[in-house]
């Protein structure tokens, strides 16, 4: 069972292991949404995410015998990195099933605490499902991700921490992929104050929890598809899951384009990089339905590579028009060029890309295509720059960005 003295218990343990991660007041996401927002900032754990709790004291608790034994667990990422790192405290060997579409830095982080990594299957069901025949195989004690309690246990002593600094804390939001996450912070706010609300968050495309609280029964999805990998799952934990029906006050959902707007609010405004499925809470403040509440949003990681970070970033300024592609038909004569660019740079506007089609008609003379890719600063300005080349019978078009 998920009691207050494990809770308390599990508290002191982690903090052998884990970073203090304290309460963020945020004035951007306060002032947007209404509410008093407090980020908690796990991403900035020394494992890159919340995971080395739940996993550290999953294995306290284990036998020496079942140490011994090797530790191997499924994961995409976080909650590898978690096991990697408490079994090398341990000092006992650490077997991690990955799913082949881990991004890279989870990858090579879990190797360099020392445990063998084996990538295996296109999502983590698929991962769990080979690292327990490798286990039967070879004897490993398995530790569990999500669905067990000692691991549960671990995880809810963010709650802990949050009612310590915000003791009125009056809503917890917290990232949903598996459950046990959410069913050890729901579980041990609930116990701390029954008034409180906790909400879980999924993505849209891997809304596997919202759909078995629906059910009322855990139910496996046909599959998902988020960028938000740690919370790519298809069948939620069954052991945790009556205390997310008991304790979760209800449960959200966001899509992928709100998690691109997110990462460049956090970016941009609170200087962290948190990985896309750390992101959900903060997407889903504007979701909630309160103002004038006290709020608290788990960030539950940051473990994100350069590469997908990039890719990100360049969607986010295009979803906030930030960067746009406009074509313009032109004469194909000297000068035409420059009086574009001229009006252009009238309006403040940074052209970054230019790409000329002379085939896009059989008239030369006629018209030939100008696409301009320019960063504005957002979407008045952009429509600014609109409006000056439409006044130059350019008969500007917006067309689809690509960088």
Same mark, same amino acid.
Request: charge should be neutral; hydrophobic fraction near 40%.
């Given at each position: ?20 991660? !304290? ?64 079994? @090398? ?44 025949? +490798? ?13 067990? %309690? ?15 600094? %915000?003791? +009125? ?18 579980? +041990? ?39 938000? #990998?740690?919370?790519?799952? !298809? ?21 992928? #384009?709100? %998690? ?81 660019? @001229? ?26 295509? +100008? ?31 690509? %960088?």
């Amino acid at each position: 069972m998920l009691t207050l003295d494990k809770f308390e218990e599990a508290s002191e343990r982690v903090k052998k292991v884990i970073q203090e991660t !304290k309460l963020i007041y945020s004035d951007y996401f306060s002032s947007n949404t209404g509410n008093k927002v407090y980020l908690k900032p796990e991403n900035m754990q020394y494992t890159g995410a919340y995971k080395l709790r739940g996993a550290y004291y999953k294995i306290s608790t284990l036998s020496d015998e079942e140490r011994e034994k090797g530790l191997i667990t499924a994961s995409a990422g976080n909650h590898a990195q978690g096991v990697a790192y408490a079994a @090398q405290r341990y000092g006992v060997k650490a077997v991690i099933v990955m799913p082949t579409t881990t991004p890279l830095i989870k990858v090579n982080r879990t190797k360099s605490y020392g445990a063998e990594v084996v990538l295996h299957g296109d999502v983590y069901d698929e991962a769990c499902e080979y690292a327990y025949r +490798l286990a039967e195989e070879h004897g490993y004690t398995f530790v569990h991700p999500f669905d067990d %309690l000692a691991v549960a246990t671990g995880q809810g002593t963010i709650a802990m921490e949050i009612f310590k600094e %915000l003791p +009125l804390v009056e809503y917890i939001l917290v990232p949903v992929g598996g459950g046990g996450l959410a069913a050890g912070v729901s579980t +041990l706010a609930k116990l701390l104050n029954p008034k409180i609300k906790v909400i879980g968050v999924e993505p849209e495309g891997a809304s596997c929890m919202q759909a078995s609280v629906e059910a009322g029964k855990v139910v496996t999805l046909p599959g998902v598809s988020t960028i938000a #990998d740690g919370t790519a799952v !298809k069948t939620p934990g069954k052991t945790i899951f009556p205390y997310i029906q008991k304790n979760l006050d209800g449960i959200v959902t966001v899509a992928d #384009d709100d %998690l691109i707007t997110a990462f460049l609010d956090m970016v941009e405004n609170h200087k962290m990089i948190v990985e896309n499925s750390g992101l959900l809470t903060v997407a889903a403040l504007k979701k909630i339905g309160v103002t004038g509440k006290r709020v608290a949003a788990i960030l539950s990681g940051g473990n994100m590579d350069v590469i997908t970070m990039s890719s990100v970033v360049q969607q986010g300024l295009i979803f906030r028009n930030r960067i746009f592609t406009v074509s313009v038909r032109l004469p194909d004569k000297p000068g035409e060029l420059c009086k574009v660019a @001229q009006a252009i740079a009238a309006e403040q506007g940074n052209v970054i890309k230019l790409e000329h089609n002379q085939f896009v008609t059989t008239n030369r003379s006629a018209a030939v295509e +100008l696409r301009i890719t320019m960063e504005s600063f957002g979407t008045e300005h952009k429509n600014q720059i609109m409006a000056a080349l439409e006044k130059l019978q350019y008969n500007p078009r917006l067309v689809q960005t690509n %960088l």
